[in-house]
């Protein structure tokens, strides 16, 4: 007994824990847990540089674009694949071919389900490498319809070449692209951004950037640049170190600059210094950049003891920066410490993405106190309350994952947002058979918390936002409705035509009347309109008065023709004679007919308020006092089509049904009274009321008298 209660305790406590869960969810980050590869992909350098993003998702799929397998590493193709979840991908056609230097030449930018990319062009030291744009639109099934590529740049200003562009798509749908230049004698040169005043897919030049502008300029020292979007159509570009002297390339350090392009002024704000920390920059992807509303946020690896490399701990770790929208930056927020050394050519790049209620930091390799090898971390950050969560998440292990080349280059990449509450995480494995790479790919579900409401779209820019407004797609800021139907009548197509005159109609049970060529909404339910005017119905074209209105019928309804009829109104009077119109009492005062009583009984009309359960009739049909209310009873009654008269006390059978003759009337004593059965007459009907007293009285004396004998 006892096991079987405490059987029946545990399965409760089950039960009661599976509701909590469900019933009771938390708004939290789901992982997926499990990545793909990327089915017949091998590869090079095909996911070189986390600052140029590389995937994405849009039309209802997960979108990857990666580098063919060479050699050399400088002359791969382009393609890419996508998939409709995550798990099972569809590799398309080539469409780029050739001249790729590294894999690191080519970058993506997503708005919707447009997609954007800029690539330079060229082999390892080729003269005069240009640089093209191209846009197209991602679909369903897979495909991605493409417009004409666009020449960005010929390379005009005698660089050898321009490499590792980097495309952003402001708010307004204008494309902006930096690139960073090689002089071919060791160094590097100005980097350059580039930006079109077309929407459309062509590439023309905006006024100022022909042949690219240089953002921030140091004769010793190249910058690289990374763009971001602000809400209003502005950019702004974050500027960090780049430069590398001779070959091998080595490390140099230094601060990171910023600056903001106006599109209202369409010019550039002042130079902002971003954070005078020391950013190592002897690997690629050292910094990583997103906007979150207003504001702009940076991430970067920091090497504290530069230039003495052995200083620590911490040995390196990574900043968080982040500028207002006024243009205060702050750079005091430390994410990870790493306290140890890491091994010669390890490096640990962050990668920024939008998402929830801020954005998410993605690395790989590391939990700050030792090298945990192919795994990946992140840490979400709150734009709210500007605060951290308070321990990042460790997500997944890759036995093959392989986190950087040779020369320091990062091979993880993230979404720059997330979309459709998806975050995708692609990077590369070893693919030992081919002696290549292959492409690898996993992704987080990252729920919007359900406390927040949605932003207030504004489809057509009137001001009002989708959910309130009664045309979303037509410019209406009036929200005229003229019909009350929730349908604006920018939109409606059961907007009424100009009328002229002053008539009158009705729709859907409202009365308007034509007023200066337009419909002018009278009364809503107006009687006139319902067929519910005094007498409700109406036969062949009679006319009567209502309210001093004039109304004919119409189709059987009664339809106003004129307000205020002549007609329709008492004629002159004089003395203090009095009339009745309407079952409504007029008296002549100064030659005038003034209205003394409505409902008058003097004209005729009936109380409708009645008491007990008298009976009466009316128009041939039989009602009964019920609750203080005439009820009908019974239409076309025998009993009301008898003569009404009568006289004394007398009763009476009708239809089943008990009268008694009170004031001259017939009243209902009891339907279907068992005395007017078929048969009965008044006497038997009395007598068989005394046989039944009678009963009840003998009966009564039998009890009494046993009772009394006891």
Known sequence: MKIR??????LLAILMLLGYMYVFPKAEILESGTYSDVTGITIDCGTRMSMQRLTCYGAGRHWIFYGTNGPPYWDQGRYYASSPDGQNWDVKNQYITGGLHGGADFSIFQRGNDIHYAYSYGTEMEAGTPGYYRKGLLNSDGTITWQPEQLFHDNSYLYIFDSDPVICVDANGYPWITTFGYLGDGTYDRSRIFHSQTTDGTWVDAPGFEDGFVVYEDPNINYQYLVVPLPDGSVYVVCHLSQYEGYPWEMFEGPVYGRKWDCNTQSWGSLETVTNRQVTNDFFGAVSVVSVGDEVHVALYEEPGFPDASTGPPYYRFVHCYRESDGTWHDDDVILDINYKPAVNHHFTPVLTQGGDGFLLFWAGTDGNQEVPNTVFYKEYNNETHTWEDNAHQWFTDPDMFIEDKFGYSMINTYFGEHNDIIGFMYRADDPDNNWYRVRYNWLEHPTPPDDPPPPYDTDEDGIPDNQDNCPNTWNPDQDDWDGDG????????????????????????????????????????????????????????????????????????????????????????????????????????????????????????????????????????????????ALIEENSSFCQAPPECSGTETTCVDGNLYQCQDGQWKLIESNSKYCEEGDDIISIIMGSWEYILLIFLSSLFVVSIVWKR
């Open 5 to 10: 209660r405490t059987s029946i305790v545990l």
């Open 487 to 630: 349908v604006g009548d920018a939109c409606d197509p059961d907007v009424p035509p100009v009328c002229e005159g002053d008539v009158f109609d009705c729709i859907d049970n409202d009365l308007y009347q034509c007023q200066n060529g337009q419909w002018v909404l009278v009364e809503e339910n107006s009687p006139t309109c319902t067929g519910d005017p005094d007498p409700p119905e109406c036969e062949g074209s009679e006319t009567t008065c209502i309210d001093g209105d004039l109304y004919e019928c119409q189709s059987g309804s009664w339809v106003l023709i004129e307000e205020n009829a002549p007609s329709c109104q008492p004629p002159e009077c004089s003395g203090t004679e009095q009339t009745c119109i309407d079952d409504d009492l007029y008296q002549c005062e100064n030659g005038q007919w003034v209205l003394l009583e409505e409902n008058s009984a003097t004209c005729g009309y009936q109380d409708p308020v009645c008491s007990g359960s008298e009976t009466t009739c009316l128009d041939g049909d039989l009602y009964q006092c019920q609750n203080g209310q005439w």
